[in-house]
């Protein structure tokens, strides 16, 4: 490649050539290169989406009941056997009369007059938490140690819900993988495809220019374009196809929600968020393509004058 | 972007930071024509080129050299100890066998490599201090003939000849007219070979192409490697005659002359000693050397100037 007939615009007519040359190659290299942006767009909305830390409904969780009042049991004791059991992450002490009172609260039980009720026939107990990610058989292994310690009347946990989420997280965390994965080849795909397309730095056009006392930023500026141009049209084909999926799926997701009574918005992509997507990602190939172009001109210069 | 339009090429040198550099470039003729000069009419005026540059002031040496060395890794060195002075407007001949070290001279003068040890000073500024970028501008003043031509194969004659011109910042059109005058100074016919690609051109053409594409800017500096290998004697006896015209009208000229490896020579050799004392006058040109009379000569053996 060389814009010896002109400047700026000739080196873009020798990019526009060079695509024209191979049109395929670089039709697919652009579909890659969309199919990596959208992938990063969708991981990067994931991410922000989801928090940082678990949630606690994603925890299991159990009471221990404990035998006797307060005063007539060392709770420190109780507290402390139960943080000795595996996975416990964290316990909390719900008097009987805390209990009472949320209790009665509740939507429903308000009326029937709880707080009234004497003597208060609820027991004191421990709000035990495990640790996230911890298998339901460790789980319930733990609850049957702490149905076995001393003072300890009964452990209130029901299995079944642990287990189903547990299932659904590990469907989750195989579709995440398998997303990554994904997007990994889809990344090795399109650097592949981008390499091959990509003009060449030619070695006898670098030397001969350097010898001539051309700037390198003559010899590199096609390669900038070039760049630029790739990862412009790559930015727009994955903002685009996000935005019409987003345009597409969001009455469906919509009636959704609607379903099962969850607050669902989704607005569709700002147009100033694309265009500065569009603007950095062609910024980011024009440096990665510049960066490259002097690397490769610095080597064969390397070479001929050591 | 190629470079910056002025009267002078060097004038970047200022805006690149290398102080006193123009001034000294000034006093010694370096730098191509003003562009004033550079009519329709007069882009090779039968190579009678007025001096561009009034030199009165000027400095004796154009490039000196000062104990130089240079040495690629852990093999012998290519250059030894070499003290070399040049003056403005003279043709050096450099001679000596292959391997001798005249390609390396020719590259340290040029500013393409850097001496592994030692000074080369062009117009008193040392060139291995000078900025990468510094030097590159620089060989936008220079004709430079290298050993293997460097032509760009996949393009045509005019375009190899023509690029010299446009990287010194000479319009397209222009870069383009010089470029013809040049070929059909050096005796390659324009109509013929000039849209030809060079990768089908005889070595004779090729070599006469290249030196097109030094003379094209009308440097103030030639510094030309093996300028008349491939050359059959009329063609390098015309391509010689036509540099002299250059140097005749102030132009410097460093060029290289590869002879036979003579064993005899180097038992003859003493320690390298300083060139003003070892320059001498070729042959006149007549049967023997297409050289011109006015040429002198240092020869060189295994990096040493032995003569």
Redesign the interface.
């Known amino acids: 490649m060389?814009n010896?007939?002109?400047?700026r615009l000739s080196a873009l007519g020798e990019v526009f050539a060079g695509i024209f040359r191979r049109p395929l190659s670089f039709l697919l290299s652009i579909g890659a290169l969309a199919l990596v942006f959208a992938s990063a767009i969708v991981c990067a909305a994931i991410a922000r989406a989801l928090p940082i830390d678990p949630p606690s409904w994603m925890q299991a969780q159990a009471l221990v009941l404990v035998a006797g009042a307060e005063g007539e049991v060392d709770l420190a004791a109780v507290r402390s056997a139960i943080s000795q059991v595996a996975p416990v992450a964290a316990s909390e002490f719900v008097g009987r009369d805390v209990a009472l009172a949320r209790l009665a609260q509740r939507k429903g039980l308000t009326s029937i007059g709880l707080e009234e009720l004497k003597p208060n026939p609820l027991p004191d107990a421990f709000a035990v938490r495990f640790a996230p990610g911890a298998s339901p058989d460790a789980v319930e292994a733990a609850i049957a140690q702490l149905r076995k310690l001393h003072n300890v009347e009964g452990v209130e946990y029901p299995p079944e819900p642990y287990r189903k989420l547990s299932t659904l997280l590990q469907a989750a965390r195989l579709v995440v993988v398998g997303g990554a994965v994904f997007l990994g080849a889809s990344l090795a795909i399109a650097i592949g495809l981008v390499a091959a397309a990509w003009p060449r730095v030619d070695a006898?056009?670098v030397?001969?220019?350097?010898?001539?006392?051309?700037?390198?930023?003559?010899v590199r500026?096609p390669y900038v374009y070039s760049g630029a141009l790739y990862f412009l049209l790559g930015a727009a084909g994955a903002w685009g196809s996000l935005a019409g999926a987003a345009h597409w799926l969001a009455p469906a997701l919509g009636d959704l929600a609607q379903k099962y009574s969850l607050a669902w918005s989704m607005d569709p992509p700002a147009l100033g968020t694309g265009l500065a997507f569009c603007f950095f990602a062609a910024c980011f190939g024009a440096m990665i393509a510049s960066g490259a172009a002097y690397l490769a001109g610095r080597r064969v210069l390397a070479a001929q004058?050591? | 972007m190629r470079g910056r339009r002025c009267d002078l090429d060097l004038s970047w040198i200022i805006a690149a930071g290398t102080d006193g550099v123009l001034e000294a470039a000034r006093a010694a003729g370096i730098g191509t024509l003003p562009r004033k000069q550079y009519g329709t009419a007069d882009t090779f005026p039968s190579v009678k080129i007025e001096p561009h540059l009034a030199a009165t002031d000027a400095p004796a040496s154009l490039l000196t050299l000062e104990r130089v060395e240079k040495r690629y890794g852990a093999f012998r060195p290519a250059l030894v100890d070499i003290s070399l002075s040049i003056a403005r407007g003279e043709f050096l001949v450099v001679r000596g066998p292959g391997a001798s070290g005249k390609s390396t001279l020719l590259r340290l003068l040029a500013g393409l490599e850097s001496p592994t040890g030692g000074t080369v000073r062009l117009a008193g500024e040392d060139v291995a201090r000078m900025r990468a970028a510094s030097r590159v501008h620089l060989r936008r003043s220079m004709g430079i003939l290298p050993s293997g031509d460097s032509l760009l194969d996949r393009h045509s004659v005019l375009h190899n000849v023509a690029l010299a011109a446009w990287i010194a910042g000479t319009p397209r059109e222009e870069s383009l007219r010089r470029a013809r005058a040049a070929l059909d100074l050096v005796g390659v016919d324009v109509e013929r070979y000039g849209a030809a690609p060079c990768t089908g051109l005889a070595a004779g053409v090729r070599h006469r192409v290249a030196i097109a594409r030094a003379l094209v800017n009308r440097p103030a500096l030639l510094l030309l490697d093996d300028v008349v290998a491939s050359l059959d004697q009329a063609a390098a006896a015309h391509v010689l005659r036509v540099i002299d015209q250059f140097t005749e009208s102030g132009v410097t000229v460093v060029a290289t002359d590869r002879i036979e490896r003579q064993p005899e020579n180097v038992e003859k050799a003493q320690t390298p000693t300083s060139v003003s004392a070892n320059l001498e006058a070729l042959p006149p040109a007549g049967a023997a050397s297409p050289w011109p009379a006015r040429a002198r000569a240092i020869h060189l053996h295994d990096g040493k100037i032995v003569s």
């Open positions: 060389m010896f007939t002109g400047g006898q056009e030397e001969v220019l350097h010898l001539l006392g051309a700037d390198p930023a003559v500026r004058y050591p």
